[in-house]
């Protein structure tokens, strides 16, 4: 692919993939399937992807800071230093994993992040209807499982931090959310630092990637008050669906 095409191509996915993130998230259907169409290796373009969506966690956390100050200062160096422990472990298992097993694997991992994706409010409807208390003893492993697969692969991570926090007892929303970007943030930035020192990630395509989902962060803010947001969840399922489908067929 031409150097103009490619710049067109991962530039349109990052902005698109910041738009989807600050309205309904989904933004890795788009990021890692462009740098793997653009030639990047995929393990590499899932650790270039998960720098590239990276900034916009902080962001959302930052909108989170009154419902974080009101929490419990050891509940919240609990959670950070599972989440950090679990993303290292993803990242690192990630590393180690041998190119032609993890290109077995990505449609698989799209194919379930997107039926999460599509079924991520009747299973969070479905978590919040119990008390929850029988399974509060699961947060931390939970939590350290969930981070495990975000720091392997970022698609979903969302929806089972939501599932995982309503599942364990916790019934404010706002807390749920803000809990969610925490955890996010923490493993994705120390992922990232992982993969940074494994050579996995290729850096002119993720510094400008970051920069257009970064642009594409504040467009769909914007957006997210014009557009339904059940028109922004059909894009991204149908997005979904479609990336998993080209992913079977060139596996």
């Known amino acids: 692919m031409d150097p103009i095409t490619s710049f067109l191509l991962l530039s349109s996915a990052a902005f698109g993939a910041g738009v989807l993130n600050a309205i309904a998230g989904g933004g890795t259907f788009l990021t890692f399937p462009a740098l793997v169409l653009t030639g990047v290796p995929p393990i ?22 009154a419902e974080l100050a009101a929490l419990p200062r050891t509940l919240l160096i609990r959670e950070v230093v599972l989440s950090s422990i679990g993303g290292v472990a993803g990242a690192l298992l990630l590393l180690v994993t041998p190119a032609s ?12 992040a997107t039926i999460l994706f599509a079924f991520g409010p009747h ?14 003893s699961w947060r931390r492993p939970g939590l350290l499982a969930v981070a495990v697969y975000g720091g392997y692969f970022n698609g979903g991570l969302g929806i089972l931090l939501m599932a995982l926090y309503l ?5 404010r929303m706002h807390t749920v959310n803000a809990l969610k970007n925490l955890n996010s943030f923490v493993l994705s930035v120390v992922s990232v630092i992982a993969f940074a020192i494994g050579g996995a990630i290729v850096w002119k395509q993720a510094l400008l990637m970051a920069v257009f989902a970064t642009l594409g962060g504040f467009a769909g803010a914007r957006l997210a ?11 991204v399922i149908v997005t979904g669906l479609t990336m998993s489908a080209l992913f079977f067929v060139r596996s």
């Open 225 to 235: 008050r014009l557009m339904p947001a059940r028109v922004v969840r059909a894009i």
């Open 101 to 112: 097993v993890f290109s077995s694997v990505v449609p698989w991992l799209l194919l379930f």
């Open 44 to 65: 590499a373009a899932n650790a270039t992807s998960a720098l590239a969506v990276s900034p916009g966690y902080l962001g959302s956390t930052m909108g989170f800071r």
């Open 167 to 171: 599942v364990c007892g916790e019934q």
């Open 123 to 136: 299973l969070s409807r479905w978590a919040g209807g119990g008390s929850g208390g029988g399974l509060a």
